[in-house]
């Protein structure tokens, strides 16, 4: 059986992130934080989430505003995890059975894990049982203090542990599964006797036993999952881990990772098989990647759209764009917001689009600049062409029709069309609009004076 109510602790300010941004919000992967255990709750189960936010709480509410099995509680100033609680009782008024409480700073925590707590709960039915990992670096983590018998019997926070229970390397992960009945009978029993004179929910385990309620501990596989994230460094450490957890998922899916190491890929990022993604590539947001695409070295790709057989050469950069089949971007590439690329488009080097849609087959292959264009099928965009797109106040349109050649160090001075068919020669400003099948051309005449250069030499 599942726990379907989760309690999400995330209130506190993160002081030791030395940030401007709640702790909670902070990136790993392509996720905020919160969001990471948010994700965890809902794959053991969970249906209705209720938040506890404090600091930057309208922050909090914005980013997860869309998320309908979400409901988010004000603590308004930050008491302990035990007051943390309390704030959210509440909401839990109506409901019975247990619940899992977790917090916001452990984004490695995995469904699996929580739902093996949430079924250990279930199977002992104790009042409370909580999820514990033994650590070589216990100091800072509350710690775990069983008898002789080896029963838990309560937990002790750093700050008030004796020399002797410091020593204990078993550590509370500040994630339980409680039954509701005798959280909401004795959440208000708490006090703040302590070292940090705050309300501890840890205290709900020693009275649970001296309430002979009863209380389980579920030891975590792995420690890692645990690792509550308090500053940058365990921040990089803990983005590392679900990196290697990305790309673990995506290179037995059937994706080559040339360095695994060395691929940033968002946690939304989708990539198709048999594609290959060589070292520095940063996949981000909800980008979607075909099969048998070839990513080279240091591409960056955010929200974007590849289909298959795509081949982004290195150092490409490509942002809210549309990618067809088959097409050839770079190296040296800049796809900006609004580009369409349908079948078979090359984008050669150091071309910068923004704000296209390129039929089938079309060719930009050097050193060309493509804004609010339209352009037709197989079209040749010569070298150094710019659509002159920008008078100064407002954007213009460019339309080229399908079978259209562009020569070399062409400028189209947007608005302009120029129709099917066309041959545009290199140099050209194109300043008014090209009919359909036209040579157009315009060059100051050539001048050749010939021995010139051998008088002035003399
Ligand atoms: C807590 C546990 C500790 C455990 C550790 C695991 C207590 C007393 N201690 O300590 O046993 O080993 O987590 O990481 O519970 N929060 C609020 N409101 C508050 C205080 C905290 O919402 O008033 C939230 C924080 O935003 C955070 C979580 O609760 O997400 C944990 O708080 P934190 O201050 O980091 O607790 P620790 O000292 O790490
Ligand atoms: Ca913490």
Request: with cysteine; net charge negative; glycine share 10%.
């Amino acid at each position: 059986m599942s726990v379907t109510t989760a309690l999400i602790l995330a209130a506190g300010k993160g002081t030791r992130m030395k940030s401007g941004l709640v702790k909670v919000l902070h990136e790993l992967a392509g996720k905020p934080m919160l969001g990471w255990s948010l994700a965890a709750a809902r794959e053991a189960g969970a249906a209705r989430i209720v938040i506890v936010a404090g600091h930057q709480a309208d922050q909090v509410q914005e980013q997860f505003k869309h998320d309908g099995d979400i409901s988010i509680v004000l603590q308004e100033q930050q008491l302990g995890t035990g007051h943390a609680v309390s704030c959210a009782m509440e909401q839990l008024e109506e409901l019975s059975g247990a619940i899992l409480i977790l917090c916001g700073d452990t984004p490695l925590l995995t469904g699996a894990t929580l739902q093996r707590l949430a079924d250990e709960h279930n199977r002992t039915a104790a009042a409370v049982t909580v999820l514990t990992a033994r650590m070589d670096k216990p100091f800072g983590y509350g710690r775990i203090v069983r008898d002789a018998d080896g029963r838990v019997r309560r937990i002790v926070e750093q700050k008030d542990a004796s020399q002797d229970e410091q020593a204990i390397d078993e550590v509370n992960s500040g994630i339980y599964c409680m039954d509701l009945a005798f959280l909401k009978a004795h959440i208000g029993r708490l006090g703040s006797e302590n070292a940090q004179n705050e309300y501890y929910l840890t205290d709900l385990v020693g009275i649970a036993v001296a309430e002979h309620a009863g209380c389980a501990a579920v030891l975590a596989d792995n420690p890692d999952e645990i690792l509550g994230v308090n500053d940058r460094l365990q921040l990089a450490l803990a983005t590392k881990v679900l990196r290697q957890r990305i790309n673990q998922r995506l290179m037995l899916s059937g994706v080559t990772l040339i360095d695994p190491e060395q691929c940033y890929i968002d946690a939304t990022v989708q990539v198709g098989c048999d594609t290959v993604i060589w070292p520095g590539c940063t996949l981000r947001g909800q980008t979607v990647i075909g099969c048998n695409c070839l990513l080279e070295n240091n591409v960056r790709i955010t929200d974007c759209t590849l289909a298959d057989r795509v081949q982004i050469k290195a150092g490409s950069v490509l942002a809210e764009s549309e990618v067809g089949a088959e097409v050839s971007i770079g190296p040296m590439a800049h796809l900006r917001p609004g580009t369409v690329l349908h079948p078979q488009v090359k984008i050669g080097n150091f071309v910068e689009t923004k704000k296209i849609v390129m039929g089938e087959g079309s060719k930009a292959s050097h050193l060309t600049y493509l804004g609010d264009a339209t352009i037709g099928k197989q079209v040749n965009i010569g070298c150094g062409t710019i659509t002159c797109n920008y008078d100064g106040t407002r954007k213009h349109t460019t339309n080229i029709g399908d079978n259209v050649f562009i020569g070399s160090d062409v400028q189209l001075v947007a608005p302009v069309t120029v129709g099917s068919g066309s041959l545009i020669a290199a140099g050209t400003t194109v300043v008014r609009d090209v009919p359909p099948d036209t040579l157009t051309l315009a060059r100051t005449p050539q001048v050749n004076k010939e021995g010139w250069c051998l008088k002035k030499r003399n």
